[in-house]
């Protein structure tokens, strides 16, 4: 009996941990998709976890600590994410608008390999600072759980704002929660 209740427990446990790092999650536009602003997330309020990673479109190295004193939007996302694809040309968008204010916008690819990621962000015109988690460790820190995943951080280093998914119109939301923090 206690043997089938601690392996209960393992298994809730690698269950749990397996949807915390988001690494097959990709959430679109669908009713069972979850909600585009997830105040429950428990990074919302908290300083962001750090990274430090050499981008794979010749944008060089790219961490938290260099980004402080900016707004900045950390998007989660893969090259087969079909929301992705939907979501990457808005986030292009708002980089190249609010840029000069102050803001930038770091995608962070899920994918297995680091193949095609280039080509994706080329094909779609995105032009920010593109990094490849290729063990998953910073999605284990900000656990996205479901891609595309956007993170809004203050010019602190706070998180305020996340959404999960994209959603039509939802740039809309992300854009005036940037303008909030610039």
């Given amino acids: 009996m206690k ?4 392996l209960r427990r393992a298994a809730s446990f690698v269950f749990t941990s397996f949807l915390a790092i988001g ?11 979850l909600g585009a602003q997830d105040a429950s997330h428990p990074l919302i309020g908290n300083p962001s976890p750090s990274f ?7 944008k060089g190295k790219v961490s938290m600590a260099g980004l402080s004193g900016k707004v900045v939007v950390v998007d989660f996302w893969a090259t087969w ?8 040309p808005k986030l292009q968008d708002l980089n190249a608008r609010y840029k000069a204010s102050g ?6 690819s899920e994918d297995d390999d680091k193949g095609g990621i280039r080509e994706f962000a080329n094909s779609l015109g995105a032009d920010f ?4 988690d290729s063990d998953k460790a910073i999605a284990g820190k900000w656990q996205p759980g479901s891609m595309p995943a956007t993170f809004i951080i203050d010019r602190k280093g706070l998180v305020r704002f996340m959404h999960r998914g994209y959603h ?15």
């Fill in 103 to 108: 803001m930038i916008v770091v995608g962070l």
């Fill in 81 to 88: 994410c079909e929301p992705c694809k939907k979501s990457f």
């Fill in 3 to 6: 043997l089938a209740l601690q």
């Fill in 23 to 33: 690494t097959g999650a990709c959430a679109g536009s669908s009713p069972d998709a």
């Fill in 129 to 132: 600072p593109l990094l490849w």
């Fill in 52 to 58: 430090l990673l050499d981008s794979v479109n010749g």
């Fill in 168 to 182: 039509d119109g939802e740039e809309l939301e992300i854009e005036k929660e940037v303008k909030s923090l610039l």
